[in-house]
């Protein structure tokens, strides 16, 4: 008995260990996810109306001024697809990283199974996570920003952006994906697939279009603006699925170290109850031993 007794002890000290980490990390992260929250909420708005306002631009434009750096509206047949799969570089944050790799392969199996299957589906890992879930698999993956979460900023990130404009724009790949979690809340992170190149345009009805073209005054040079400012919304654009995926982590690893140090108090309960009843146990069968033996010596 007294050797159970021992290896509940042991036990007790263990988790009572374990709970203390997970409680540190839990506080750790809800540090961060008050920055990285307060930081994406600011930025969300401002680069979701450019995004839209993108769009309207873009889609004013006759596909003769599809010049430049216009032709990221240009919507051509996705032959050559680039999935983009932003994770984190660290686990201990529950499903958030799994369920990420799982929306890119259903993406890529569900939307653009041809492509996989001829070979022309590229995929690009921002975070450690996703490119070693995926460094293994039969399609190319780069990893050359996987390491973008080290020092997260908008230089940074906007090296990654250029290379998938470059790609775009010298027609190595027809289409652009991003998989990323779009931060909702500390207890809610949304995985979402987006297509980032080509801009997606505004539905317009085309029994209306002629009639109801917006039309725009640019001041100076059409052309000259245009070259100017739609990389600028595009990298405002992929630096914002940066900031919500990174938020999102943070908020996915608060609730996972919370839930597991909920899970070791509720251990502790069960050991804590275990220990006593064996602990009683042993007192009662060294009383019933010490009855047992002064009976004895007694006739």
Do not use: W
């Amino acid at each position: 008995m007294a050797g159970g007794l021992k290896e509940v002890r042991e036990r007790i000290s263990s988790v009572t260990s374990t709970q203390q980490i997970t409680r540190a990390m839990k506080m750790v992260s809800a540090s961060k996810l008050r920055r990285a929250a307060d930081t994406i909420i600011q930025i969300r708005p401002y680069t979701l109306r450019l995004q839209e306002m993108l769009g309207h631009v873009l889609g004013s434009l006759g596909k003769d001024e599809m010049v430049g750096n216009t032709q990221f509206a240009e919507q051509r047949s996705p032959e050559k697809v680039l999935i983009v799969l932003i994770t984190s570089d660290r686990g201990l944050c529950g499903a958030f990283n799994t369920n990420l790799i799982k929306t890119a392969e259903t993406l890529i199996h569900e939307k653009y199974s041809a492509q996989d299957a001829a070979g022309n589906v590229q995929l690009l890992t921002i975070g450690k996570r996703g490119f070693d879930a995926l460094k293994d698999h039969d399609r190319a993956v780069n990893s050359t920003f996987v390491q973008l979460f080290h020092h997260l900023s908008f230089d940074e990130s906007k090296k990654a952006t250029n290379y998938i404009l470059s790609a775009f724009k010298n027609y190595d790949v027809d289409r652009v994906e991003v998989v990323f979690a779009e931060f909702k809340n500390a207890a809610v992170q949304t995985i979402k697939g987006e297509q980032f190149l080509p801009v997606k345009l505004p539905e317009v009805d085309t029994a209306l279009e002629t009639a109801f073209r917006p039309d725009y005054l640019f001041e100076p040079d059409k052309q000259k603006l245009l070259d100017e400012l739609v990389p600028k919304i595009l990298r405002s654009q992929f630096h914002r699925y940066l900031l919500d995926n990174n938020a999102s982590e943070h908020g996915a690893r608060m609730m996972a170290m919370e839930q597991a140090t909920e899970n070791a108090n509720e251990l502790l309960k069960e050991l804590r109850l275990s220990y006593n009843r064996a602990r009683q146990a042993a007192i009662t069968t060294e009383i019933s031993e010490i009855v047992g033996g002064s009976a004895a010596l007694e006739g």
